[in-house]
């Protein structure tokens, strides 16, 4: 069974201070590593996508890291507008088309 | 941009009741989803479909049904809503071949009464 953990649950920031996020996992044939944010009272909205292990994403002030057992979420001098939660999701070679989530990462940065 | 959209934001509806979640995308995925997020329990599957009228089971059916008639649309159903059915219900789909991205609705806020 495919398993995913986050840490930490929670996370302040000031405005600028870097800082990053935790995703283990455990999986049979990785298929795929997915990052998304959520806001709240609203729908994740997709962020990264990650494969093998070495892989890198960027977007803005978000870069995701991939090893064989956990992935990164950088922030990289946050401002409040990233405030959200994050969530990892994995799918296996045995879950065919279904992903398994994470607790999340709720960020709060504060100016 | 891939659209997925949820019939409504927010639902009230008395216990017993027979209550119909909608969800329609418009990027001719094959897999469509349904997830509910609760605090502390994270996102979890209900059920999902692959193809017209094609469903399995997630990890915790139990208490829901699903329709899936045309593509685009994919259907939750509560056959008699129950106080612990109150959550937040999300929709997703993603395109048939595997290792692909899914893309998520606003989510429906239930509470049942």
């Known amino acids: 069974e495919d398993q995913v953990t986050q840490s930490p649950e929670a996370l302040r920031l000031q405005e600028g201070e870097s800082s990053s996020l935790n995703c283990s996992y455990t999986v049979s044939g990785l298929r795929g590593l997915f990052w998304y944010r959520q806001d709240p009272g609203k729908g994740p909205e997709f962020l990264f996508t990650?494969?093998?292990a070495g892989e890198e994403k960027e977007k803005e002030r978000l870069k995701a890291t991939l090893t064989k057992k956990e992935s990164f979420l950088h922030i990289t001098a946050p401002k409040p507008e990233d405030s959200a939660t994050y969530l990892c999701a994995v799918r296996g070679k045995a879950a065919g088309n279904k992903l398994t989530f994470g607790g999340g990462t709720r960020v709060l940065v504060k100016p | 941009d891939v659209k997925v959209t949820q019939s409504s934001r927010y639902l009230v509806k008395r216990t017993g009741e027979k209550v119909f979640l909608e969800c329609v995308q418009d990027?001719?995925?094959?897999?469509m989803f349904w997830y509910r997020q609760d605090p502390g329990l994270g996102l979890r599957l209900i059920y999902f479909s692959y193809d017209v009228k094609m469903k399995e089971k997630g990890d915790i059916p139990e208490g829901y049904s699903v329709s899936r008639e045309k593509k685009e649309r994919f259907s939750l159903i509560l056959e008699s809503a129950s106080t612990n059915q109150t959550s937040m219900y999300l929709c997703?789909?993603?395109?048939?071949?595997?290792?692909?991205?899914?893309?998520f609705g606003q989510g429906t806020r239930l509470t049942v009464v």
């Open positions: 990027m001719d995925h094959e897999n």
């Open positions: 997703a789909s993603s395109a048939g071949y595997l290792n692909t991205e899914a893309f």
């Open positions: 990650l494969y093998s």
